[in-house]
């Protein structure tokens, strides 16, 4: 089986550098993928990690630790539209099988 | 309009009732899921489909059952509704090796 563990709150201010981190334990690995979810919406992907190292966009970077079963989201000049739920979900093995997502990041921007 | 459409978006019935949710996409995605989302617990799976003729179980599928009617459809049923099956359920689709799912709008479903 598989688990994820991702802190459930963090609060920031706005302008404001967060990290939101994410372990995981599975019974192999092929990537992991981050997600954003605001209040009464649909998840929506932000990025894709399957190789070691930082991936950026734009004010959003993630990272991969693979031989520490980690990684994080990086939210950079934090604004007010960021408050949301983040996600990190796994692939397990080949690839050929669904995601599994953790349970969620609830991230309030405060003023 | 949507690339992941999902039919009804609210719908509350009662115990006992058999309900579907419809599920149609055009972004011509072979993979297609049903998750559930409850308050704190994430998204967990019900049900996916990586081709019309191949359905598979996922963590919670007990009580649900699914069916892929075409490379477009993929429907989640309930039998007999009961009250802890109350929450907000997503279709979601995807092409083979990449970690990227796309959502659709979601269904609220409440059982009394």
């Known amino acids: 089986g598989q688990s994820l563990e991702q802190p459930s709150e963090v609060t920031a201010v706005e302008g404001a550098i967060v990290q939101i981190n994410c372990t995981y334990q599975?019974?192999?690995?092929?990537?992991l993928s981050w997600y954003q979810q605001h209040d009464g919406g649909a998840p929506t992907f932000l990025s894709y990690n399957a190789l070691d190292g930082l991936e950026e966009t734009g004010r959003f970077s993630s990272f991969l630790s693979r031989s520490d079963s980690y990684g994080y989201l990086l939210l950079q000049e934090l604004q007010m539209k960021d408050s949301a739920s983040y996600f990190c979900a796994v692939r397990e093995g080949s690839g050929n099988t669904p995601l599994v997502f953790g349970k969620g990041t609830r991230l309030s921007v405060i003023a | 309009d949507a690339d992941v459409t999902q039919t009804p978006r609210n719908r509350i019935t009662k115990t006992g009732k058999r309900i579907m949710l419809e599920c149609s996409q055009t972004k011509g995605h072979d993979r297609m899921y049903w998750y559930r989302q409850d308050p704190g617990l994430g998204l967990r799976l019900i049900y996916y489909?990586?081709?019309?003729?191949?359905?598979n179980k996922g963590e919670i599928s007990d009580g649900y059952s699914v069916s892929r009617q075409a490379q477009a459809k993929f429907s989640l049923s309930l039998e007999s509704a009961i009250p802890n099956q109350t929450a907000l359920y997503f279709c979601?689709?995807?092409?083979?090796?990449?970690?990227?799912?796309?959502f659709g709008e979601g269904s609220r479903l409440t059982v009394l």
């Open positions: 979601a689709t995807s092409i083979l090796g990449t970690g990227e799912l796309f």
């Open positions: 599975t019974s192999g690995f092929y990537g």
């Open positions: 489909s990586f081709d019309v003729k191949d359905i």
